[in-house]
């Protein structure tokens, strides 16, 4: 039998003896170097390290979202549109200073072109620092509620145009950049329900991820979580997010479900 150790299948003894503990283990993948498969192993008659470890739930947040505001030189490499453009001047919006960071508009949300700043917005969830974080997070949540109860409506046209940044975002892997992006398109969706169905085109784009981490739940027992209040429980955010594309996508929204998380049942048939 294979000593686990690490997450990783460490052979415990030499081929013909007894499995060894996995203190014992370790001690010998020590010995023998430093726990990577090697010649001294192998002449030793050691079955090796076994598989290397996944890393499907790793977090891959990209380089550079870390990095503070430069306040006279703008960002060489910037990680996200957000932080380019605001830094080249180029969003219609400054910061409104205090105890609580905030944006003032000079164009009215509304006015704007949505397939050309929706992106950008929807890029800068990524960023992790202040001012850029409240600027992607406030910009967008202005400009989504700006456009309710329009018609035409201004998030329509721009549904295409938003799928790469919000699968940047999904891809990730990180709690909180997850969450953001998840509720933004949640609240796309409930302020124009038509983009519900605009968006089952695009499920083979944003579905995989969301299936991946549909049951990722905390079992706290009688504990209480606080990312509920924060909306920020990741397996209650994909279930919501899942029924509300269902209820809004059409009569092919269920079997597009469906084909992409298998485990999926559907909140629309009847008892």
């Given at each position: 039998?294979?000593?686990?150790?690490?997450g990783?299948?460490?052979?415990?003894?030499?081929?013909?003896?007894?499995?060894?503990?996995?203190?014992e283990?370790?001690?010998?993948?020590?010995?023998?170097?430093?726990?990577?498969?090697?010649?001294?192993?192998?002449?030793?008659?050691?079955w090796?390290?076994?598989?290397?470890?996944t890393?499907v739930?790793?977090?891959?947040?990209p380089?550079?979202?870390?990095?503070?505001?430069?306040?006279?030189?703008?960002?060489?490499?910037?990680?996200?549109?957000?932080?380019?453009?605001?830094?080249?001047?180029?969003?219609?919006?400054?910061m409104r200073?205090?105890?609580?960071?905030?944006?003032?508009?000079?164009?009215?949300?509304?006015?704007?072109?949505?397939?050309?700043?929706?992106p950008?917005?929807?890029?800068?969830?990524?960023?992790?620092?202040?001012?850029?974080?409240?600027?992607?997070?406030?910009?967008?949540?202005?400009?989504?509620?700006?456009?309710?109860?329009?018609?035409?409506s201004?998030?329509?046209?721009?549904?295409?145009?938003?799928?790469?940044?919000?699968?940047?975002?999904l891809?990730?892997?990180?709690?909180?950049?997850?969450?953001?992006?998840?509720?933004m398109?949640?609240?796309?969706?409930?302020?124009?329900?038509?983009?519900?169905?605009?968006?089952?085109p695009?499920?083979?784009?944003?579905?995989?991820?969301?299936?991946?981490?549909k049951?990722?739940?905390?079992?706290?027992?009688?504990?209480?979580?606080?990312?509920?209040?924060?909306?920020?429980?990741?397996?209650?955010?994909v279930?919501?997010?899942?029924?509300?594309?269902?209820?809004?996508?059409?009569?092919?929204?269920?079997?597009?479900?469906?084909?992409?998380?298998?485990?999926?049942?559907?909140?629309m048939?009847?008892?």
């Open positions: 039998t294979l000593s686990r150790i690490g990783r299948a460490v052979g415990g003894c030499p081929l013909g003896g007894s499995a060894a503990s996995a203190p283990a370790l001690a010998m993948t020590s010995f023998y170097g430093g726990g990577g498969w090697n010649g001294r192993m192998e002449a030793a008659g050691y090796g390290t076994g598989p290397p470890k890393g739930y790793k977090s891959k947040v380089k550079g979202v870390y990095k503070p505001q430069r306040v006279f030189n703008a960002d060489a490499t910037p990680a996200t549109l957000v932080r380019k453009h605001f830094e080249l001047g180029n969003l219609p919006l400054v200073q205090g105890v609580i960071l905030g944006i003032e508009w000079k164009v009215e949300p509304e006015r704007l072109d949505y397939t050309h700043f929706l950008i917005f929807f890029d800068g969830l990524l960023e992790k620092v202040e001012p850029f974080s409240t600027i992607a997070t406030t910009g967008l949540r202005d400009m989504i509620n700006a456009a309710k109860g329009k018609e035409p201004p998030l329509r046209p721009a549904v295409p145009v938003i799928i790469v940044p919000i699968r940047r975002c891809n990730t892997k990180d709690k909180t950049t997850m969450s953001r992006a998840i509720n398109l949640q609240l796309i969706v409930r302020t124009d329900p038509v983009c519900g169905e605009l968006l089952v695009y499920y083979r784009q944003l579905l995989p991820m969301l299936g991946l981490l049951a990722k739940n905390a079992n706290l027992g009688d504990g209480i979580d606080y990312a509920q209040r924060r909306r920020e429980n990741i397996g209650d955010l279930a919501e997010t899942l029924e509300l594309l269902e209820r809004t996508g059409g009569e092919d929204a269920f079997i597009n479900i469906k084909y992409m998380i298998p485990t999926y049942e559907s909140c048939m009847a008892a």
